[in-house]
């Protein structure tokens, strides 16, 4: 391609209005100029609606408006060979008429991209880097909640474990976070205690190792005259990768776990996703999700052995489980330090795991409640 | 030359006699002698669920100063009043409250000879929260 060699003028009269790059709704504040009563109680009183901004008051708008026009020139010289010194686009702005200096269209042109920049990462994020959205790094610190209240089961599941109906609960949850290194658990999860490593994070994705138990130990009470004849099944340490992403309002999460305390040897995945809104100052959130559990683990938990076969127990040799679920619950904070939290969780479990003789439920289909007062700390 | 403004008695009678009317009428405007004024708000804290959200409240709003006047209730860092009383020494009003961060309340006071606006009092709505970034791990079992 031939450039003549005067300068070629590519673009010209690129008219921007001086509004900055922001998607943030305007907001107004509504004035009353009306003298209130003295005698008039609060309820009689003009109401104010004051609108939430974070932002700055716009003072530049209207001189924008009415200053006109930023002429951007782009021109390309066709000079020599490409050195470091030598800049083959020539950005040129006027303002008003007047021609910036390098100096300043330099720094016009470093806000203009920051600005860009962050109007993309407000787009995309929805909400900027604060609260949940948070970076990890940021983030070394922990948590503990102590709580109580009451929960409700419409059926059986894991004998020994599962409740049916109204009842009075407490729940301990405790998360903490120091250099990447954590350590969670919460007692209502069907998670146990959870240790782990955040090996990466970025804006959309979190990476983390985890170690951890997820099946508690079964017949190992030796007054239990029931399953005194059952081999003990013991809690099994499985250790894999957690991913969680976040894309946009929804976050997807997903795991693969390896049994390494060698029991059974097998494996189980999970992928859950969900979304918050919030409405006022009440958080609703809610998720669906499947797990799976592999034959190897299905096998060692809820079958039974020929050797264990009685008139209380027959023979069983489960196939591998996919269990659906789904969550909707509602948090409110009531104080800094004080939590209501109520939940509805749906579980539709697989036809392996209800038909086990360890299974007491019969129903595929559980539903289960909880509203809980928590203290947070 | 203010030797020369002052060389007959009749003319240093004159000046300090308008030097004390200008002191007197300093000191008896009320716009220009120290106002004392209180702006309550309440309640003083807002708290949100996670650092960063929208903390949603609705605050009384009520002040009383020692003179009537007009005063306007300013919200920080916005200029334009959100309420005004005219000619009041009190007066109270309700305000749906909604920021993510602590937001300042100024009561201004317009003195309408001067055109001058002085702030003779304020108050903050404090946003806080139950879980900070420090407490709550982004990647948990507990989404939500």
Redesign the interface.
């Given at each position: 391609m031939t450039f003549s060699a005067k300068p070629l003028l590519l673009v010209s009269a690129i008219s921007l209005a001086s509004l900055p790059l922001s998607w943030a709704e305007d907001t107004d504040?509504?004035?009353?100029?009306d003298?209130?009563n003295?005698t008039?109680?609060?309820?009689d009183?003009?109401?104010?609606?004051?609108?939430?901004t974070?932002d700055?008051?716009d003072t530049d708008t209207e001189a924008g408006h009415e200053k006109g026009k930023i002429t951007v020139e782009f021109s390309i010289d066709e000079g020599e060979t490409d050195s470091d010194d030598d800049d083959d686009v020539k950005v040129t702005i006027k303002k008003n008429g007047r021609e910036l200096s390098q100096e300043e269209t330099d720094a016009e042109l470093e806000q203009w991209e920051q600005e860009i920049m962050e109007t993309l990462d407000g787009a995309f994020r929805g909400?900027?880097r604060?609260?949940?959205?948070?970076l990890?790094q940021?983030?070394?610190?922990?948590?503990a909640e102590l709580g109580f209240g009451l929960k409700y089961s419409d059926g059986l599941t894991m004998m020994r474990e599962g409740y049916e109906g109204l009842e009075f609960t407490t729940e301990f949850?405790i998360?903490i976070?120091l250099a990447g290194l954590?350590y969670?658990y919460?007692s209502a999860?069907d998670?146990r205690g959870?240790f782990g490593y955040?090996f990466y994070?970025s804006d959309w994705v979190?990476l983390?190792l985890i170690v951890g138990k997820e099946h508690y130990d079964f017949a190992d009470d030796k007054e239990d005259k029931l399953l005194l004849p059952i081999e003990v099944r013991h809690g099994d340490w499985t250790g894999g990768l957690?991913s969680?992403v976040y894309l946009g309002p929804l976050?997807v999460?997903g795991q693969v776990r390896r049994e390494i305390s060698d029991y059974h040897n097998g494996y189980t995945a999970s992928l859950?996703t969900?979304t918050?809104i919030?409405i006022?100052?009440l958080?609703i959130?809610g998720?669906v999700g499947a797990s799976y559990q592999s034959e190897e683990v299905m096998d060692y938990y809820y079958g039974v052995t020929a050797a264990e076969a009685s008139s209380n127990f027959a023979a069983y040799d489960p196939g591998e489980d996919i269990r659906y679920n789904a969550e909707i619950?509602a948090?409110?904070?009531?104080?800094?330090?004080?939590?209501l939290r109520g939940q509805v969780n749906y579980t539709q479990y697989s036809d392996d795991l209800v038909n086990s003789p360890f299974w007491d439920g019969d129903n595929t289909e559980h539903l289960s409640s909880r509203i809980m007062l928590l203290l947070?700390m | 030359m203010f030797e020369n403004m002052i060389s007959n008695r009749g003319q240093l009678a004159k000046t300090i006699l308008a030097l004390f009317l200008g002191l007197a009428a300093a000191l008896l405007d009320p716009v220009h002698a120290e106002t004392t004024a209180q702006l309550d708000l309440s309640p003083e804290r807002c708290v949100a669920l996670n650092e960063g959200q929208t903390c949603y409240q609705t605050v009384l709003i009520s002040w009383q100063a020692d003179h009537p006047a007009d005063y306007c209730l300013v919200r920080e860092p916005q200029e334009a009043p959100l309420v005004c009383w005219e000619n009041r020494s009190h007066g109270k009003a309700k305000m749906e409250f909604a920021s993510s961060e602590t937001v300042t309340f100024r009561l201004r006071l317009t003195d309408k000879v001067s055109q001058r606006d002085i702030d003779v009092a304020e108050s903050a709505v404090i946003v806080t929260w139950v879980y900070s970034d420090t407490k709550r791990r982004r990647n948990s079992w507990r989404l939500f």
């Amino acid at each position: 391609m031939t450039f003549s060699a005067k300068p070629l003028l590519l673009v010209s009269a690129i008219s921007l209005a001086s509004l900055p790059l922001s998607w943030a709704e305007d907001t107004d504040t509504h004035l009353n100029n009306d003298p209130i009563n003295e005698t008039e109680t609060v309820a009689d009183a003009p109401e104010i609606t004051v609108i939430a901004t974070d932002d700055e008051p716009d003072t530049d708008t209207e001189a924008g408006h009415e200053k006109g026009k930023i002429t951007v020139e782009f021109s390309i010289d066709e000079g020599e060979t490409d050195s470091d010194d030598d800049d083959d686009v020539k950005v040129t702005i006027k303002k008003n008429g007047r021609e910036l200096s390098q100096e300043e269209t330099d720094a016009e042109l470093e806000q203009w991209e920051q600005e860009i920049m962050e109007t993309l990462d407000g787009a995309f994020r929805g909400t900027p880097r604060k609260g949940i959205f948070a970076l990890q790094q940021d983030r070394d610190g922990g948590f503990a909640e102590l709580g109580f209240g009451l929960k409700y089961s419409d059926g059986l599941t894991m004998m020994r474990e599962g409740y049916e109906g109204l009842e009075f609960t407490t729940e301990f949850n405790i998360g903490i976070q120091l250099a990447g290194l954590f350590y969670e658990y919460f007692s209502a999860s069907d998670n146990r205690g959870l240790f782990g490593y955040n090996f990466y994070n970025s804006d959309w994705v979190g990476l983390d190792l985890i170690v951890g138990k997820e099946h508690y130990d079964f017949a190992d009470d030796k007054e239990d005259k029931l399953l005194l004849p059952i081999e003990v099944r013991h809690g099994d340490w499985t250790g894999g990768l957690r991913s969680t992403v976040y894309l946009g309002p929804l976050v997807v999460q997903g795991q693969v776990r390896r049994e390494i305390s060698d029991y059974h040897n097998g494996y189980t995945a999970s992928l859950q996703t969900g979304t918050n809104i919030q409405i006022k100052n009440l958080n609703i959130h809610g998720l669906v999700g499947a797990s799976y559990q592999s034959e190897e683990v299905m096998d060692y938990y809820y079958g039974v052995t020929a050797a264990e076969a009685s008139s209380n127990f027959a023979a069983y040799d489960p196939g591998e489980d996919i269990r659906y679920n789904a969550e909707i619950g509602a948090s409110y904070p009531m104080s800094k330090n004080w939590i209501l939290r109520g939940q509805v969780n749906y579980t539709q479990y697989s036809d392996d795991l209800v038909n086990s003789p360890f299974w007491d439920g019969d129903n595929t289909e559980h539903l289960s409640s909880r509203i809980m007062l928590l203290l947070v700390m | 030359m203010f030797e020369n403004m002052i060389s007959n008695r009749g003319q240093l009678a004159k000046t300090i006699l308008a030097l004390f009317l200008g002191l007197a009428a300093a000191l008896l405007d009320p716009v220009h002698a120290e106002t004392t004024a209180q702006l309550d708000l309440s309640p003083e804290r807002c708290v949100a669920l996670n650092e960063g959200q929208t903390c949603y409240q609705t605050v009384l709003i009520s002040w009383q100063a020692d003179h009537p006047a007009d005063y306007c209730l300013v919200r920080e860092p916005q200029e334009a009043p959100l309420v005004c009383w005219e000619n009041r020494s009190h007066g109270k009003a309700k305000m749906e409250f909604a920021s993510s961060e602590t937001v300042t309340f100024r009561l201004r006071l317009t003195d309408k000879v001067s055109q001058r606006d002085i702030d003779v009092a304020e108050s903050a709505v404090i946003v806080t929260w139950v879980y900070s970034d420090t407490k709550r791990r982004r990647n948990s079992w507990r989404l939500f």
